[in-house]
């Protein structure tokens, strides 16, 4: 529904543009109704055509403002569940990806066009992580624990270890394009440094005291 009241909208405003721009054409500089009608048409169509193409880069920026919203909500689930941590391990394991985390969000929040690398990552890993933290404190905090309990904590144990390697490759990925320029910029100075013609001082010829002495001898 919202996508036809859209597109209705588009067709009304690119309307009353062309007419606007065949009026001004035939009116203003007293065009021919027919230059006059193809000056309307040609502009109203690629006022319609600009209008829909803006249409779709709003929607994709509110698709991408949605997952990375959504994906700060899941972090923030983890850093919440840190408190009902009790295995040090653990805790610091969870610290550590819960940091790591942060600064995936980080990153794409300054740089949107990341969210695309780090999308397979909040879509899938942070939703199992997120899901295995919740049934792995629920499963510490029982009072009585039988051998298959004890056995789904210590898998617990061994995926969230896994997630945080996969949290730490993710970062890597995304840092890797920086890294790429770093490596560019550095080059570039030592090249830039390294062809330069040294600088040359001019030589100062000194005159020691004995020498002003024995030329005035000679006078």
């Known amino acids: 529904m ?3 009241i859209r597109t209705i909208w588009r067709w009304f405003v690119s309307w009353n543009v062309g007419l606007f721009s065949a009026l001004i054409s035939l009116l203003a500089f007293r065009l021919p109704f027919f230059i006059s009608f193809l000056i309307g048409i040609s502009i109203g169509v690629m006022y319609s055509l600009y209008m829909k193409k803006k249409e779709k880069k709003d929607q994709l920026y509110d ?3 949605e997952r990375l919203k959504d994906a700060k909500k899941k972090v923030r689930k983890i850093g919440q569940s840190l408190w009902r941590i ?25 740089q949107p066009d990341r969210l695309a690398v780090a999308q ?9 992580i997120v899901t295995i933290i919740d049934k792995y404190i629920y499963l510490t905090k029982q009072p009585v624990k039988s051998e298959e309990i004890r056995q789904a904590i210590h898998e617990a144990e061994e995926a969230l270890s896994l997630a945080l ?20 910029e550095v080059k570039l100075v030592k090249h830039t440094i390294a062809s330069e013609d040294p600088i040359s001082l001019p030589i100062k010829h000194t005159v020691t005291i004995t020498e002003e002495k024995k030329h005035e001898q000679k006078r």
């Open 2 to 4: 919202k996508r036809f």
């Open 63 to 65: 698709f991408k403002d």
């Open 86 to 110: 009790r295995s040090v391990a653990m805790f610091s394991k969870l610290s550590r990806l819960y940091s790591i985390c942060q600064k995936i969000i980080e990153i794409v929040e300054k």
């Open 120 to 128: 397979p990552f909040f879509n899938t890993t942070l939703d199992s």
């Open 165 to 184: 390697t996969k949290a730490e490759n993710e970062l890597l990925d995304m840092l890797e394009e920086d890294l790429f320029d770093l490596k560019t």
